[in-house]
């Protein structure tokens, strides 16, 4: 989350398990995790017990004309740091730009917006 937080300008907060007296996993493990104070809301737990192996495929988060053109460049090339492209942002032929991007930890991006 604090990556996330980093790429989108805004807070993190995050509670473990043992914040919320839980014991249905490891302690430091995180049960609430969400930004705060920016563009881009998102919300995260740590997988645990059960709940592994976690796969994310066939999933993807999209931002579309969430922040103004500049901005989600910004975010698609931070979110490729460490990550890959899967498809270059780039203008399509009906005139909208879009792009998409697995970032270092397995989340599939797409980010996209109109003409600039």
Same mark, same amino acid.
């Given at each position: ?5 980093? @790429?989108?300008?805004?807070?993190? $907060? #995050? ?8 014991t249905d996993g490891p302690k430091d493990a995180i ?12 919300? *995260? *737990? ?5 709940? #592994? ?10 931002? #579309? ?13 931070? #979110?490729?740091?460490?990550? $890959? @492209? @899967?498809?270059?942002? $780039?203008?399509?032929?009906?005139? *909208?730009?879009?792009? $998409? ?16």
């Amino acid at each position: 989350m604090t990556f996330y937080a980093d @790429v989108f300008g805004c807070a993190v $907060q #995050l509670h473990t398990l043992a914040d919320f007296n839980r014991t249905d996993g490891p302690k430091d493990a995180i049960a609430h995790g969400y930004l705060t104070d920016g563009p881009v809301s998102l919300f *995260a *737990a740590d997988a645990s017990g059960d709940e #592994l192996p976690f796969r994310t495929e066939g999933l993807m988060f999209s931002l #579309l004309g969430t922040a103004s053109p500049s901005v989600l460049r910004t975010w698609f090339a931070r #979110l490729a740091e460490g990550g $890959q @492209v @899967v498809s270059d942002l $780039q203008t399509r032929p009906w005139g *909208a730009s879009d792009g $998409q991007v697995i970032d270092p930890y397995g989340l599939h991006w797409l980010i996209g917006f109109e003409a600039d």
